[in-house]
């Protein structure tokens, strides 16, 4: 496959899981606010900015409308719902000819109906007509896509995102000092709490909660079953790799953090869960970089030098 359609179909699965991903985060967080209503509203937008890798400005007062503004219709802005759809409709132009027919529509209507601005009545609405959008792409995909190496980049490209998109959104957690979205609140919005009362069978707890948000295997959402899945397309995409271990950098990455919330104790974990979902998210930045550059190098650029006079 060439390596321009593969790093397309890894940034369409990225793109479509961060559109979703992030209105899920900004879900928690509007129901935050309306749940604690003594909460500093300021504070706690700059630092939902800080988790979405965002740098507030300190002289300007931030309130929800603000955080709405830049993380879901500013198309402008790299981290926000609007860019991501129209990245991830580019990228599905640039690999025309591999993509599925259904795949770009729902893609091209997706960026074409994408609001300009968004009632604060109509958040909620907007949030889950996002997540349907996303669901409805992945779902053409899941049903129409053979499960060749354009299937592996996909899922690699959906599975690392999903990795550091649940980081993110266990760190909302502790948002504030004072406190953060409930368990039963992060269970809900990631589509987890029946699962959830499945398993464990009573009324979430945080050591409970974060165990199955981060290192249970059977729930796709989780930070391992993310990992695992990335490991297995990697795998999958160049089957000779592992004869004499991992030799892949992204694998090896991957590995590490995988190995390290298998056999570190939830309770540590919990001691630090905003430093060490921050950490997560650089091991999935560092592996995201290290398949960039063995499956996607970049050409060189030529530069032309004029004559010295």
């Not at 321009?4 to 209105?23: H, V």
């Not at 504070?43 to 300007?60: E, H, T």
């Not at 295997?217 to 271990?245: H, N, T, Y």
Request: aromatic share 6%; net charge negative.
């Amino acid at each position: 496959m060439l390596s321009r359609i593969a790093e397309s179909l890894f940034w369409i699965g990225r793109y479509i899981e961060r559109s979703d991903g992030t209105a899920r985060i900004l879900d928690v967080h509007l129901q935050l606010l309306l749940e604690d209503p003594w909460i500093d509203e300021d504070s706690a937008c700059r630092a939902l900015l800080s988790v979405m890798g965002s740098m507030p400005n300190d002289d300007v007062p931030l309130g929800r409308d603000e955080v709405i503004a830049l993380l879901a219709v500013d198309r402008q802005h790299p981290a926000s719902i609007a860019h991501s759809v129209t990245a991830a409709r580019e990228n599905a132009r640039r690999a025309r000819e591999i993509v599925s027919a259904e795949l770009w529509e729902a893609l091209n209507e997706t960026n074409a109906r994408m609001p300009r601005r968004v009632a604060s009545d109509k958040t909620h609405e907007f949030f889950r007509w996002v997540r349907d959008r996303a669901a409805l792409a992945m779902g053409v995909v899941d049903s129409a896509t053979s499960r060749d190496e354009a299937w592996q980049f996909f899922s690699l490209g959906r599975s690392i995102e999903r990795a550091d998109m649940t980081a993110r959104l266990l760190a909302t957690r502790t948002l504030t000092e004072a406190s953060g979205p409930s368990w039963t609140t992060l269970l809900r919005s990631c589509g987890g709490y029946e699962a959830y009362l499945r398993s464990y069978r009573g009324v979430p707890s945080t050591e409970s909660a974060a165990e199955f948000l981060l290192v249970d295997r059977l729930f796709p959402r989780s930070i391992i079953a993310s990992v695992i899945r990335a490991e297995e397309c990697l795998r999958e995409i160049d089957p000779r790799a592992g004869r004499v271990g991992v030799t892949d950098q992204g694998q090896r990455l991957l590995g590490q953090i995988r190995s390290e919330l298998e056999y570190r104790p939830v309770a540590d974990i919990l001691l630090d869960l905003s430093g060490n979902m921050e950490h997560v998210q650089e091991v999935v930045s560092e592996a995201s970089e290290a398949i960039k550059k063995r499956y996607f190098p970049a050409e060189a650029v030529p530069v032309w030098i004029g004559e010295i006079s």
